[in-house]
C-alpha cells in the first residue's frame, strides 16, 4: 500500500531524531557510515529472505542460517584471537551483580540476539517481512523509554517527537497493510 511508502521514510526520520544523529557530527566516520548502510542492507536482506525460507524450513533453522551467517561475518571482520577479550572481563567486574564473565557474553547472546531474532521470525511469519521490518523499528523507542524510566537517563524533545513520529509511521503502516489486505 502507498502508505507504507509514506511510513517508511516518517520512521526512519523519526528514528534519527530518537538516535541523535548529527549532534556530533565531529565523531561520525566515512568507515563508521559504510558499515552501518551495510549492516542496514544485511539486514534488509535477511528479513525479506527469511520470509521465503521459512515457506521450505522451520523458523528455527532460518534462525540458525542467520546467526551462522552473522557468526562468519563477524569471524572476519574481528576474528576472535584479535577480539578485546580483557573488556569483557572489566564489564564482569564493574557489574551490579556478580557472575562469571561467560554467564554475562551467554545473557548477552540469548537475550540481545537469538530471543530478538527468534521474535522477528515469528512477526515476519505473522505479519510478513514488511510489516515486521516496520515494526521492528519499535525497538530503538522501547530501549530509550527503558532508559529514561528505570535509568533516568532524559530524551530531548526531539527525541521524544522522533519517538512519536516512529510510533506514528508504524501504526499508519501497520492499518494501512490491514485495510489492503482486507480489500483484497
Same mark, same amino acid.
Given at each position: ?107 548477552? @547472546? *540469548?537475550? #540481545?540476539?537469538? %530471543?530478538?531474532? $527468534?521474535?522477528? +521470525? &515469528?512477526?515476519?511469519? !505473522?505479519? =510478513? ?30 527525541? @521524544? *517527537?522522533? #519517538?512519536?513520529? %516512529?510510533?506514528? $509511521?508504524?501504526? +499508519? &503502516?501497520?492499518?494501512? !497493510?490491514? =485495510? ?5
Amino acid at each position: 500500500p502507498w502508505l507504507v511508502w509514506v511510513a517508511i521514510p516518517v520512521a526512519i526520520g523519526g528514528l534519527v531524531l530518537v538516535l541523535g544523529v548529527g549532534n556530533d557530527t565531529g565523531s561520525l566516520s566515512w568507515v563508521g557510515i559504510a558499515f552501518s548502510v551495510g549492516a542496514a542492507l544485511s539486514y534488509a536482506y535477511y528479513s525479506l529472505h527469511s520470509e521465503s525460507l521459512m515457506r521450505v524450513r522451520s523458523p528455527v533453522s532460518v534462525l540458525g542460517i542467520g546467526l551462522a551467517f552473522g557468526a562468519v561475518a563477524l569471524g572476519i571482520a574481528l576474528p576472535w584471537w584479535s577480539f578485546p577479550w580483557s573488556v569483557l572481563s572489566v564489564v564482569a567486574t564493574t557489574a551490579p551483580v556478580s557472575a562469571p564473565t561467560y554467564l554475562y557474553v551467554l545473557f548477552v @547472546v *540469548i537475550v #540481545g540476539t537469538v %530471543v530478538p531474532f $527468534a521474535m522477528f +521470525l &515469528a512477526g515476519v511469519r !505473522r505479519v =510478513r517481512a514488511d510489516g515486521a521490518t516496520v515494526t521492528a523499528m519499535l525497538e530503538p523507542i522501547i530501549a530509550g523509554a527503558i532508559a529514561w524510566s528505570l535509568l533516568g537517563q532524559v530524551l530531548s524533545p526531539l527525541q @521524544v *517527537i522522533g #519517538g512519536l513520529g %516512529v510510533l506514528a $509511521a508504524v501504526t +499508519l &503502516a501497520q492499518l494501512s !497493510r490491514a =485495510r489492503f489486505e482486507a480489500k483484497a
